[in-house]
């Protein structure tokens, strides 16, 4: 070469710089998309026993909420949707069938606190479980009659809740949901304790 620009060099110099004076400023450059991003990254969500998540209030920014239990003139603290469905089916039978309930039979949601999640009481803590008369935790405290009615409630729930006199670890009071939220049999089972709830509501009327 001569030393000398030529008019193709000039012209491609000029639209560059051109080009660049006229990007946003903070517009990214291909270098920009590629870079690693830093920041804060999601908390993951603690989850109870069973698999749903762990809440940690109720009848606030919550999917916990009251409900009131039929036939019994009591309300608890659980997950609404499906989750309600089976455990307010568990309550009102136990309520007809093994002993009624009255006030602090029936207790819901309570936070985490140090119970460990691998728990079946940690269940509780995101609104998936019962206690039932809680002070019968221990084995024995219902009569033999009356656990062959709680086994053929859980029963009717094919599948989706367990009752805590069956665990290794016994506790009679508590009753809980057996499968996460993507089970299919939550879908299949829990909509007719809905209808069930219903035809009581219209019976009592």
């Keep these: 070469m001569n030393g000398h620009l030529n008019r193709r060099t000039v012209l491609a110099v000029g639209t560059a710089a051109a080009a ?10 291909a270098a920009d998309r590629t870079a690693p991003k830093s920041g804060p990254r999601p908390t993951k969500i603690p989850l109870s026993q069973n698999g749903w998540e762990i809440q940690h209030q109720a009848n606030h920014v919550s999917t916990v ?4 239990v039929s036939g019994t ?17 568990i309550a009102r039978r136990f309520h007809y069938e093994v002993q009624e309930l009255r006030a602090g039979d029936i207790l819901g949601w309570s936070g985490i606190g140090r119970t460990p999640l691998t728990s079946p009481a940690s269940n509780l803590s995101s609104g998936t ?11 024995g405290s ?9 086994r053929d409630i ?19 009071s508590l009753y809980y949901l057996a499968t996460g939220p993507d089970s299919a049999g939550l879908t299949r089972v829990a909509p007719k304790f809905q209808e069930w709830s219903g035809r009581l509501g219209a019976a009592t009327r």
């Design 154 to 172: 859980v029963a009717d729930c094919a599948g989706t809740v367990r009752w805590g006199g069956d665990d290794d670890s016994v506790d009679e």
């Design 142 to 150: 219902y009569f033999p009659q009356q656990v062959h009615r709680i």
């Design 129 to 139: 479980a019962l206690r039932i008369v809680p002070g019968a935790r221990s084995r």
């Design 73 to 89: 003139g009591l309300s608890v603290e659980v997950r609404i949707g499906l989750p309600e469905l089976l455990l307010l089916h």
């Design 65 to 68: 909420w009251t409900r009131s």
């Design 20 to 29: 660049a004076h006229l990007l946003p400023s903070g517009t990214a450059t």
